[in-house]
Nanobody
Framework: QVQLVESGGGLVQSGGSLRLSCAAS????????MGWYRQAPGLQRELVAH????????YYAGSVKGRFTISRDNAKNTVYLQMNSLKPEDTAVYYC?????????WGQGSQVTVSS
């Protein structure tokens, strides 16, 4: 089993920034893929940003492209999501995901609320 611990959520005004962190209990060097998802009330969970272990393929949902940046620090076994120019429609619970192939780990969820 691998534990993912998220931090960095909170309340921010429209136009503000937040950085989410996701610390893994195991090295992420062997992970096949890493990403961030979000789920707003009454809606399905959606993929926000994602990259493969080699970093050769990075995906951003159209609604966040140009505003959000996914990154990683292998030494800290941590994946980040930098969120800039936040909008009220970005309000959701954000989940990190690290897929090792043999195990698909999820964070506990971080509430992000953007006020208008």
């Amino acid at each position: 089993q691998v534990q993912l611990v998220e931090s960095g959520g909170g309340l921010v005004q429209s136009g503000g920034s937040l950085r989410l962190s996701c610390a893994a209990s195991r090295s992420i060097l062997s992970a096949k893929a890493m990403g961030w998802y979000r789920q707003a009330p009454g809606l399905q969970r959606e993929l926000v940003a994602h990259f493969t272990s080699g970093g050769s393929t990075i995906y951003y949902a159209g609604s966040v492209k140009g505003r959000f940046t996914i990154s990683r620090d292998n030494a800290k076994n941590t994946v980040y999501l930098q969120m800039n120019s936040l909008k009220p429609e970005d309000t959701a619970v954000y989940y990190c995901n690290v897929n090792y192939g043999w195990h698909d780990a999820w964070g506990q969820g971080s509430q992000v609320t953007v006020s208008s």
